[in-house]
């Protein structure tokens, strides 16, 4: 069967996309070109986010469900308000006690869903067109069918046994009793129908004959979600947390999605070093070691759940610039050494800015591996975002806390940079594109070719534990200083060669106050594109 959409994405660098009538930039080019068409038709940066989003549930089945959940930063260009919409999963009202790493690819490592609700609440509050519109290419494509691209197929291939047990998915990846190969037409009748009737029939659709489906099928592997669970699931609009870096202003998600608090804790603790007196981490090995010292400062400090967002005196404290200069005095660096030592997940994003400066930045994903349980319903797999229980398990029917980091900033009350990263390194991701952006001037193009380091991946039997990837590509002698340094802090420190997606895939969006000419150019890591309207 040939199939109506091409897959035009490769890895590799890409092409710059520059213009000033609107910008997408997100992992897959079939998703981009739906966005950018909704912003060339006079929709606005929520109508075209949604419609990558939509779209995404299609193209990039190994990274995101309908059953997973939506952390979205939007900033209105007429008022000069941010809002964050906190859409993602939940735990289950019911309690899952002694909960461990073969959980996860059960149905008891099954979050609630909010990716729909979240959907529905965003359009409600900021679209401009109708939902209609915006699902038109997600069930076009999972119709029509589009050619499966080679990061797909590898996704597909790891996860063969579990696509392969269900009939819901072999329907859709095998053909004559084997997977569909590269370049050939992924077509999912099944979730196209799921799309036709949310579009027709919205929530009402979602809490009745979606939710018993999940239900039925969660249940049928140890999982306990209910009908209850997707009747009290409630999105939740909030501020976004908001800092301050050399002159800039940060705006990024709030917890639970703790992402962007951790970007302005890092970059209040980075405010103590001069960087541009050390070079750029892929020349200089200070610069280096005090990003990964100062990313995983915040990245594995306490969770910052839902409750801390409820506390204004807490929340002042952890951003404050004194507590971010404490911090940085406890950090043993390259560039600030201490006479003593211490005490000792697949995703997407999407950026999207419109002709009139709307912004918004949100990063979607079923929280887990792909397939990583085997269970589907309607036409869709049921998310395994249960590992961020690992992290910290949220009290019954509450979100789980996650560090998901969409994010802007802003210059004079103007957006400069629009960002976000998927991946278990996208805070590391985010922190270091932004201090190549705002600390060494690079243009969109040099920051998301540097190398770069990340976290250590999750590992389901222990959990989230301390450490750092690295790519190649560092001048001579910079790894070999900080692989040094780091044997000396006990650091796991782990080579990963070239561009690699563990490391994060950077969906920025650069925008000069003085013209409005807005550049991108997607990641090379993934297979991704930015599209100027």
């Known amino acids: 069967m040939k199939a109506k959409y091409a897959t035009p994405g490769r890895f590799g660098l890409k092409e710059v996309a520059t213009g000033t009538g609107g910008m997408v930039v997100t992992s897959e080019p079939i998703a981009a070109s739906a966005g950018a068409q909704v912003l060339r038709e006079g929709g606005n940066a929520m109508d075209a986010i949604l419609a990558v989003a939509a779209t995404q549930l299609i193209t990039e089945p190994h990274m995101t469900s309908l059953t997973g959940g939506i952390s979205l930063v939007y900033r209105d260009a007429a008022t000069g308000e941010a809002s964050y919409l906190s859409g993602n999963v939940n735990a289950p009202l019911a309690e899952l006690p002694d909960f461990v790493g073969a959980d996860l690819s059960r149905g008891r490592g099954v979050p609630v869903p909010g990716w729909w609700p979240a959907f529905v609440a965003a359009h409600e509050r900021f679209g401009s067109v109708s939902i209609a ?74 809490l009745s004959d979606f939710a018993k489906a999940f239900c039925e099928e969660n249940q049928s592997d140890g999982g306990v979600i209910t009908q209850a669970d997707f009747d009290g699931y409630r999105p939740e609009w909030a501020a976004p947390v908001q800092g301050t870096y ?83 005095e406890l950090l043993d660096t390259l560039a600030h050494p201490m006479s003593d030592t211490p005490p000792s997940p697949g995703t997407i994003h999407i950026s999207v800015i419109d002709a009139q400066h709307n912004v918004a930045t949100m990063t979607h994903s079923h929280m887990a591996s792909g397939w990583v349980n085997g269970l589907y319903a309607e036409g869709f797999q049921l998310s395994g975002g249960g590992s961020f229980f690992q992290r910290v ?45 705002m600390d060494f001037g690079m243009s969109i193009e040099q920051t998301v070719a540097e190398p770069r380091f990340g976290a250590r991946p999750h590992e389901p039997a222990r959990g989230w534990l301390p450490g750092t990837t690295v790519e190649s590509g560092y001048e001579h002698g910079v790894l070999d200083e900080v692989r040094k340094w780091a044997g000396q802090n006990r650091l796991w420190f782990h080579d990963i060669g070239p561009w690699n997606s563990m490391t994060g895939n950077f969906d920025g969006i650069t925008i000069d106050p003085a013209s409005g000419l807005m550049r991108s150019c997607a990641d090379p890591r993934r297979m991704g594109m930015s599209i100027a309207v």
């Open 246 to 328: 050399r002159g800039f202003d940060v705006i990024g998600s709030a917890p639970p999605d703790d992402g962007g608090m951790q970007i302005v804790e890092a970059l209040n603790i980075l405010e103590n070093l001069d960087l541009r007196d050390s070079g750029p981490a892929s020349q200089s090995p200070k610069t280096l070691s005090a990003l990964i010292a100062a990313h995983n400062a915040v990245y594995y400090a306490a969770p910052r759940e839902k409750r801390f967002r409820e506390s204004k005196q807490v929340m002042d404290v952890l951003l404050s610039k004194e507590y971010g200069r404490q911090r940085f």
């Open 393 to 437: 398990m949220p009290q019954p029917g509450e979100r789980a806390t996650i560090y998901l980091a969409p994010s802007m900033v802003l210059r004079d009350g103007k957006p400069v940079i629009v960002s976000g990263s998927p991946s278990v390194s996208l805070v590391a991701c985010v922190l270091q594109n932004l201090v190549n952006l």
């Open 133 to 206: 519109r915006l699902l038109d290419p997600a069930i076009d494509a999972a119709r029509e069918g589009f050619a499966v691209s080679p990061y797909l197929f590898g996704s597909m291939y790891v996860a063969r046994e579990n696509l392969g047990r269900n009939p819901q998915s072999r329907e859709i990846f095998f053909r004559d009793g084997c997977l569909i190969a590269p370049e050939e037409a992924l077509v999912q009748e099944r979730a196209a129908r799921t799309l036709e009737r949310l579009r027709d029939e919205g929530m009402d659709y979602y």
